[in-house]
């Protein structure tokens, strides 16, 4: 079941991203409109030191809110939750935040896998997890772990990447649904909603503008 | 490749809720507010590690084999901390709320969760510098008898020198950090007189009450492993255990925002996540 795009809703999406990702999340996340009906939840790699500049700086790029996420806070649709520097972020079955600061798996905190693993525990089949540049394999478990509980994968387009190792693993590692190039990520996850925005009584299937690679791609 | 179903989820939920009972009523070790996201994360990597088929297993084996049990506990108490840990918030500390401290007599403080004590010395070198570690009287406490042991020794790798060097500097430190410890091989033995004034004690901040009247309660990191009720409650117990007045510092990820507890309260440093208890 490549390619395909379930008629159900899908209830968040989950980006982990890691060396090229300021450049990757702001070509993304500007095209997610105002009311984005989902949230959308990011582990993007960085320094243990790191603040909340990265948060603003997309947040005066974007039509959605964007913020770090918080311990207990709730998930809330139209907003896009970047996971803060040295802890881990997970999902809890209320879909709430939890912060932990357990080791770094594979030298990352915080660490893609590990908000995907719990991710795909709370949302099952209603998630989606996209996997973007950088230059570890983190995110491929975790992509797995999506597929595994019926959760659509997306993997940024190797060839598009600034760092192509994180992608490449992912698609080795995971049975993906979608390969797209970076341009596309953004209109992809806002076309997907589009007859929800627009509160069409009958929810069109999904229908992509673009150009997408299939999914049997493997270097 | 076999799909996890919202159904095996349902199942995995209920036998790590028999779990987290079955260890708390056999070795009243209480985790069962414990954020579950997390919980599930690191029994799931004790199944894997130990060739157990479920989690139903799993119970089995903790009910009736103590070594077993020893072994999960650790995997569910996280002790990663270091020396100045967020070098900014200990410099405000020193600035802001040392000289508050210095208008009590004699100033006892609860560091609850102390984890292998490296923020207890953190704060005895602080107190020192400031003058008032001699009217102070620290009580340190953690769950983990392991972690406490450890702590209670003040011994830590070599390689993790520079990175406390660099936070002490940060911190507002005064003095050079070297002069604290001895050098021996590979690791660091912090000075006995740092210790003079910490008592390091088992205290189970989930099971166990409150403490002593203190006039600060340290507690970082801590509270980010537990669901809101145990907070709340925890909230309560740092409430009863505080002189009125008395100041509550959590980690910098941590707030009493949420709690019922926060009109107890006054925010000092709200990003620094300082607190100060009523008079009441």
Redesign the interface.
Known sequence: MTGQVKRAPYEAVVIGVSAGGMNALRTILPHLPEKFPVPVVVVQHRGAESDDFFAQYLAQRCAVQVKEA???EAAAPGTVYLA?AN?HL????DRTF??????RVRFARPSID?LF??AA??Y?AGLIGIVLTGANDDGSRGLVAI????GLAVVQDPATAEVDTMPKAALQAA?VDFVLPLAAIGPFLANLYQAELSSSPDFMPFRVQTKLIPSEYKE | MTNTTDDDKEVENLEITLLLEGMFKRYGYDFRDYSLAHLRRRLRHRLNSSALPDMGAMLHRVLHDRSFFELLLRDLSINVTEMFRDPDIYLQIRTEVVSRLKTWPFVKIWHAGCATGEEVYSMAILLHEEGLLGRCQIYATDFNQIALKKAKEGIYSLDQVRQFTANYQKSGGRESFSDYYTADNDAVILKNWLKTRIVFADHNLVTDSVFSEVQLVVCRNVLIYFNRELQERIFQTFYESLCPGGFLWLGSKESLRPSAMGEHFETLFSTEKIYKRDLQ
């Open positions: 918080e311990e207990k803060p802890y997970l999902l809890e079955d939890s912060l932990t600061l357990e080791s590990v693993e719990s525990d709370v099952g597929k595994k509980r019926g049975e």
